[in-house]
């Protein structure tokens, strides 16, 4: 079980890598194919809305109608445009997400140690493997110390393998079977570090062969998507039926069936609601996007929908809410406390320098460890040049941290001697089982142990032993360990933690802090940060005696969990969801994975966690920030109440659109809408509802209420009851301008210009209006959205042009309209949205008054 001196391996040169790279391309197995131009356009063309267009303008060319066809014609091509505009922003938007989320690498390049993506391996890279990486291509050992892979991806053979250093003479084999030197792309270390040297990279790798992709980025089914899917098919079926009455009743009662066929595909048009699932792809894809940008990568959709109604977090401390930048900060040895600033060289004090040199003893020699660095920080500031530091000694071998003994220790031989020194450190309590301690001695190191913890330092025991006989324990515990003494180490609490956990207690989310450090040094931290309830917290010792059902009682208050180990996570994840709680879940190690996947949100460290913590999880968190989560969470509340409001928005537009282009036809009375109307208006609704309310800012008060309840529906009866009254109010006023102009004798296509000049402003209000659903419009025109602005100018101007070019008018069967027609027209409008208005402000009344009556 040696290990070569990683310090002294060199690793490619970048140029080296440079002219790999050109040689053996990209270290990636041939990508699922992209959705191609002319893929989109065929998929577009079996959209229902594309052939109702395209059978209209067909029958416009058979009645001889060229210039109405060409039209229609042409928009069809501004339809697909606009498809392939928002099919490409979303495929952008998930292939960089994938791109983020692949495998990354560790590998040895110009001498130093680098983390790199997987695709960048190239043949010849040495590569470091520890627990819990993804292997990013095939290779041999150059050493390995207990590696253990599960390579069951290719064998499907589910116990994992060892495997043994390669050695010359030794053959590849296939994958599978224990003790060989080979390594294989996409499978999983599940034990262990190693050394590797990369052979063959991409499809020539035995993965490559049979041409497996890992699932990265998913385009899963959501629930959403299941509600809108049979939404849509029930709007569609009604309306494809009234369609056909329709046709029907003009066909009889009017005797012309080709008009009536027309109005029949117009309606169709107004009704068929196919902008729901193309708003639902967009907001999902775009909101990973934006999410991303907040450092948190989506790895499954379904999650941005969860996010909105998390109640609780549970989350790590080192690192998520500290920073995991530890300096050593105070001693205990020899009975006394000694605090250190680090200030000057040498300046540990002489008691303490046996503690800190067994301290550096224990460390790896390139540590990675935030601890461990600290430690070789402070040999560098005062046992660099002394002989505290033994450089000569050859480490033998080292017994690893695990979960049942959370102490490591490495065992050194000096080269003059045949004695092993062997150095420990870790849990204090650890340390002083290693040392065989008495439940008295237990005990004063406890109160020892508590006067640091309370500082909220971490702390670390320190032991040695040493050994003469040739043949090494199995466990650390058959050494005869002495105490030297304690280590205090800071660790500062990130900046904004405090301000990130009130704005999750405003949210209704409750936060667990769940820590493997000890109970009083996670106390501190926790009353830093101000979280509630700490006092009430529960060691893993104590939690493992809880029966499942105490657990969900205690979990009902508890708020800190210390001393705990990743496998605890799964069954607090399980007793929170048995109480009803939808729970997101930090973890970053491989033991962590079956709590990721078993929260309703995993949530993986980028930085530290490993490839299966990734995998288990649904999001990445890219810089380990607590806050992040909670910027995440907001975006997540965004993202549903703006899909919210867009739906909300199609669903009221149509009605109108639907009502005017039935009602006369019912009524005997004046057709107002034909296709290209109807197209115009689409044109205004479809960017709207996709990207002016995607971009729509969070409302004031989005972290202020509770969560949403897990099984609420996109359509709630209120919410559906709203926008359809705002549909209904929106089709009686423009009813009554259609009304009303035809009754003061005007003739038809003034009628119709009046009609449709209303129709197109009450839509730019209700999408004012919908905006928010609790501020005004007054309120929200000061928040600035460019699409939308894009939308009311192109709106605005396109109509103007139709109403003053002669040309466009007599296409759109239009007349001029007086000054005083445009009045009615605006003033209508702005009726149709009124109590909307009024609706809102007085709920904001009613809530300002039970804050009022809260307060007193
Ligand atoms: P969190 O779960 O919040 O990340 P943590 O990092 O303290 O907390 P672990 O990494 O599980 O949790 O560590 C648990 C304990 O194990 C530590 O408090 C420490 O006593 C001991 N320990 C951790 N790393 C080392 C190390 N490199 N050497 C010795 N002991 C260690």
Known sequence: MTFPDIETIQGLSSEQVAARLRTFGYNELPEHKKVGIAEIILEVAREP????????????????????????????????????????????????????????????????????????VVPGDILILSEGDRVPADGILLSSNNLTVDESLLTGESVPVRKIPWIEGLKEQAPGGDDQPSIYSGTLVVQGQALAEVRTTGSRTEMGKIGTVLQEVSRD??????????????????????????????????????????????????????????????????????ISQEHVLTRQVPAIETLGSATVLCVDKTGTLTLNKMTVQSFFAHD????????????????????????????????????????????????????????????????????????????????????????????PEAIGDLCHFSEQEQKKLAEQIDIMASRGLRILGVAKSSFSRSELPSIQHDFIFTFLGLIGFADPVRPGITEAVNECYAAGIRI???????????????????????????????????????????LKTATLFARAVPEQKLRIVNALKANHEVVAM???????????????????????????????????????????????????????????????YIFSIHIPIAGMSLIPVLFDMPLILMPMHIVFLELIIDPTCSIVFEAEKEEQDIMNRLPRSADERLFTPKTLFLSLMQGFVVLGVVLLVYLHSLMSGLGETEVRSMTFITIVLANLLLI?????????????????????????????????????????????????????????????????????????????????????????
């Open 49 to 120: 809305m594309f052939l109702l267009l395209v059978a209209s303008g067909l029958i416009y060319f058979f009645l001889g109608d060229i210039t109405e066809a060409v039209m229609l014609m042409s928009f069809v091509l501004v339809i697909i445009g606009i498809t392939i505009y928002q099919e490409r922003k979303t495929e952008r938007a998930l292939e960089a997400l994938r791109n983020l989320s692949s495998p990354r690498a560790l590998v040895i390049r110009d001498g130093e140690q680098r983390r790199i993506a997987g695709r960048e």
């Open 221 to 290: 089914d959501t629930r959403l998507k299941r509600e809108i899917t049979s939404m849509v098919k029930i709007i569609a079926t009604c309306g494809l039926l009234l369609c056909l009455i329709i046709v029907i009743i003009y066909g009889i009662g009017r005797g012309d069936w080709i008009s009536g066929l027309l109005a029949g595909i117009t309606l169709a048009m107004a009704i068929l609601p196919e902008e729901f699932p193309v708003v639902l792809t967009v907001f999902l894809a775009l909101g990973a996007w934006r």
């Open 512 to 554: 667990i802090m769940i820590t493997g450090d000890y109970p009083r040094t996670a106390q501190n931290i926790a009353n830093q940060i101000g979280l509630v309830n700490a006092d009430n917290y529960l060691v893993g010792a104590d939690l493992d005696r809880l029966s499942d059902e105490e657990l969900k009682e205690r």
């Open 768 to 856: 004012l209006t919908n905006r928010s659903w609790s501020e005004t419009i007054i309120s929200t025109i000061r928040t600035p959205n460019k699409a939308m602005g894009w939308v009311f100018v192109g709106t605005i101007s396109s109509l103007v042009l139709i109403l003053t070019v002669p040309a466009l008018r007599d296409l759109f069967r239009f007349s001029q309209v007086s000054a005083e027609g445009i009045i009615t027209c605006i003033l209508a409008a702005g009726v149709s949205v009124l109590w909307f208005e009024a609706w809102k402000l007085w709920n904001l009344r009613k809530n300002q008054t039970s804050q009022y009556l809260q307060g007193i």
């Open 586 to 648: 930090t973890g970053d190690g491989v033991n962590d994975a079956p709590a990721l996947k078993s929260a309703d949100i995993g949530i993986a460290m980028g930085g530290r966690g490993t490839d299966v913590a990734r995998e288990a999880s649904s999001l990445v968190l890219l810089d380990d920030n607590f806050t992040s989560i909670v910027s995440a969470v907001r975006l997540g509340r965004r993202i549903y109440d703006n899909l919210k409001k867009a739906m909300a």
């Open 336 to 427: 006394e406390f000694c605090d250190y600033d680090g200030a000057g060289e040498n300046s540990v004090p002489d008691y303490c320098h046996e503690l800190s040199e067994y301290a550096i003893l224990a460390c790896k020699k390139d540590p990675f460890d935030p601890m461990e660095k600290a430690l070789v920080q402070l040999s560098e500031g005062n046992f660099g040049k002394t002989e505290h530091i033994h450089k000569d000694w050859k480490l033998i071998t080292e017994y690893p941290l695990s979960s049942e003994l959370l102490a490591m220790s490495n065992v050194w031989q000096s080269p003059d001697g045949h004695e092993f020194t062997i150095a420990a450190k870790g849990a």
